[in-house]
């Protein structure tokens, strides 16, 4: 299999190819009530001449992406940091002994709980970014328990893309994208509360039904042949929990809740939870006794150790970047709008739903993609009969749910860079899981249709 960075660089070619084949345009842009550069339907026009972009914009475009992505960069590399340095004191892989002894039998409960959380947490306060730091640890605890890497990837991410998708509060999209369809915030919830369980039946499913089958037979594993920098602790090896790890434990546990207290009650983001990480490995670095020198020789390692995890950030995020300097982007979204006004409701509804699904590929970020998508969907919808909150959930699938396999969201492609996991393995993984999402959600979009989901 090519190495991930080759895939995106493949990927960054296609893209190039794009921007000549497809002709540029773009949409008139207004400031709306609440203050939301959106789209103006209707006035989409077509470059009058076609600019085509230098091949060297593949060399070109990568530090560029790096620079714009530094944000989500400088995080995992200071979360490497930290989470090396706790590491190095031995509670996290105690704290994971005493998890392996009580469920090391009962490893689905266990699975099962964490991807309800994480579903949750995307569901309610938008939690992405912030996820990065669990890979490693849950990484380390699924291979303690005789798993793989892709156990415990797929059970941060299917939880992450369910809950983004199913979203019942979560402000960065399904409150934008109501916004911009007028319709109320958190409006129709109970719907989107009635399909939750479904959905998540369906992932966790599909992740313990990989999960039977690699513990039966480990060579199965997707992972297999693929070696893996990820340390984990060995059920004969585990540390003693003495009260100094429980301490750090402590301290560690406080620091996460205050990510969340941030993240809820004072809109912390990438700058705020990078400064808390940077705090605890100080912190931690202190009670372990190995002072400052140590603990910065022990930081700077786990932070080079994610290089390779920075670069599938940029590459990713060359990739849009590349179709925004070509003028595509607009294009695709109208060519892809356009004929669902000549369908009835049904049709239309699963029609935006892979229209939604599509266009993530190009732009990764929820928010941004609701800016450009649901001017044109609300009011396609009011032409065929499907109302606005249709329209809404379709875009949640469509964002959510992708989130999962497209190799252009920096998240995903940051978490399985800190996991060790091959695009390619992932994406035979999740490939199977996003073809039954589809169809449940298409599914889901008719009884919506049906019922008259308003």
Known sequence: MPHTLVLM???????????WLVPSGSFEREVNEFGQNVVVPGTFEQAAEKEYLNPLALLTVVPRAMADAQGIIFFVLIIGGAIRVIRDTGA??????????????????????????????????????????????????????????????????VGYGIGYGIAF??????VIAQNIAGLQPLSGYEFRL?????????????????????????????????????????????PELTSRRIYILGVTGAALAGLIIGIAQFGWYLVELGALFLGLAIVIGLMSGEGLNRTAIVFGKGAAELTSTALLIGFARSIALILEDGMV????????????????????AVGMLFIQSALNFFIPSGSGQAFVAMPL????????????????????????????IVPTNPVLMGILGLAGIPYARWFRFIGPLMLKLLVLAAIVLLIAVWIGYQ
């Open 194 to 238: 009635a399909i939750a369980l479904p959905f998540l039946a369906v992932g966790f499913h599909h992740v313990w039904q990989y999960t039977r089958k690699i513990r039966r037979d480990p060579a199965a594993s997707l992972m297999a042949g693929v070696e893996s920098d990820v340390e984990h602790t060995a059920l004969d090896d585990v």
């Open 377 to 404: 969907m609300a009011p396609i919808g009011d032409l065929v009969g499907i109302s606005r909150q249709i329209a809404v959930l379709a875009y949640q699938f469509g964002d959510g749910l992708m989130n999962m």
């Open 92 to 157: 996290i892989d105690a704290f994971l002994g005493g998890l392996i002894s009580r469920f090391g039998e009962r490893p689905n409960l266990l699975l099962m709980s964490m991807m309800f959380t994480f579903a949750m947490a995307s569901a309610t306060i938008g939690v992405a970014e912030e996820y990065i730091p669990f890979a490693i640890i849950l990484v380390s605890l699924c291979l303690a328990l005789r798993l793989d890497a892709i156990t415990a990837i797929g059970t941060l991410v």
């Open 9 to 19: 660089f493949g990927l960054m070619v296609v893209a190039l190819a794009v921007t």
């Open 169 to 174: 509060m979560n402000p960065f999209t399904l």
């Open 329 to 348: 982007l607009d294009t695709v979204v109208q060519a892809a709008a356009a004929p669902i006004a000549g369908f009835g409701a049904e049709v239309g």
